[in-house]
């Protein structure tokens, strides 16, 4: 089992929970030690003091702030005295709906876990009522003498922590990028090809269909190196669309994706994703074709109309949307269902 990184109180209202925190992912990137070139002599970062170049040990370290031509000193432990709660202590502030807090601001994600046994019953009623709500709690806490700024979340079952950016970390993209164009004049045609190419390209989101290849390469260039092959290089990076052929691309981006196996770009979906898309598709190119010849009309434009969700529909939910729709549906014993549970019995 997994040591938790921090470990302290959770707290909301009166009620206190002892939690610790996992970390939820891991780096598969491929890591290098520096050598010097010609030789197999590892290079390796030392602590020196620049006056001296001598080694430094790190208990002989201290924090130093820099004001003018000195220095205020701050010891580690003192970090830690100032620290609200000793940092051990998760306070949640309040509850905001999930769809407030922007993607821009979430950082690092991490699993929440209960210490104990005994600490199971208010563990899952905290996650049951989160689920049931959809809302997330937003908390600070301090983890190795720094302050965050969390959210914490119902998912499968479990609480997670997702650490977020503080409001004056996020960067105003309009002084970041002088050359923004605003909203930059588009005709009707070129507007509706792009809604177009986008309604073509629509799949249903599953991160386990993508990798990451530059890992793959990496990893495939080390195998080959050793072996004393060679390597095959990337292709390379696609030119610039300039605005004369913008509506040539589209077109032919559109042909290309509705295009039979083979003849599109290289795609990260599975084959059965691939073969669900291309049938839908020439359903639709099908339908279309009919309605155009009858009576050699061109067809007034019609408001799209959703079909009651199906199976694949209610997959792509959330489980709080999954449990207000079981709670439409009157399902029996829904508030202690798990999301699969409860795509099973909407499905039912």
Same mark, same amino acid.
């Given at each position: 089992m997994a040591r938790p990184v921090w470990a302290g109180n959770l707290t909301f209202g009166l009620v206190s929970l002892p939690v610790g925190l996992f970390t939820a992912t891991d780096d598969h990137t491929v890591h290098f030690h520096?050598?010097?070139r010609g030789t197999s002599d590892r290079i390796r970062n030392r602590r020196v003091n620049e006056r001296t170049g001598e080694e430094v040990e790190a208990a002989d370290i201290v924090k130093g702030y820099e004001i003018g031509d000195e220095y205020v000193?701050? $010891?580690p432990a003192e970090l830690d005295e100032i620290a609200p709660? &000793?940092?051990r202590s998760l306070d949640i502030t309040g509850f905001v709906d999930l769809d407030d807090i922007e993607p821009i601001?979430?950082?690092k994600t991490y699993y929440l876990g209960p210490r104990g046994a005994e600490y199971g019953k208010v563990y899952s009623l905290l996650e049951q009522a989160l689920a049931k709500a959809g809302k997330a709690g937003i908390a600070t806490f301090v983890m190795r003498q720094h302050a965050y700024l969390v959210a914490?979340? %119902? $998912?499968?079952g479990i609480l997670t922590l997702h650490t977020l950016h503080w409001?004056? $970390?996020? &960067?105003?993209p309009r002084k970041e990028i002088d050359n923004l164009p605003g909203r930059a004049k588009a005709s009707a045609k070129e507007l509706r090809m792009a809604e177009q190419l986008i309604d073509t390209l629509a799949m249903t989101w599953d991160p386990a269909e993508f990798h990451d290849t530059f890992q793959e390469r990496v990893a495939a260039l080390i195998e080959a190196k050793r072996s004393g092959e060679s390597v095959e290089k990337a292709e390379a990076a696609p030119s610039s669309t300039g605005v004369v052929?913008?509506?040539d691309a589209l077109r %032919?981006?559109?042909e290309r994706a509705r295009g039979p196996k083979g003849s599109g770009p290289k795609s990260t979906t599975s084959k059965s994703t691939a073969s669900k898309s291309t049938a839908s598709k020439s359903t639709a190119s099908t339908s279309r074709s009919a309605k155009s010849t009858a009576g050699g009309k061109k067809p007034a434009a019609r408001k799209r109309v959703r079909s009651a969700p199906g199976r694949g529909d209610l997959g792509s939910l959330s489980k709080a949307d999954l449990y207000k729709k079981a709670g439409s549906a009157k399902i029996p014993g829904r508030s202690t269902m798990t999301r699969d549970e409860l795509l099973r019995a909407l499905a039912a």
């Open positions: 520096q050598l010097q000193l701050v $010891e709660g &000793r940092s601001f979430f950082d914490l979340k %119902a $998912e499968e409001a004056d $970390e996020i &960067r105003d052929d913008l509506m %032919a981006s559109v």
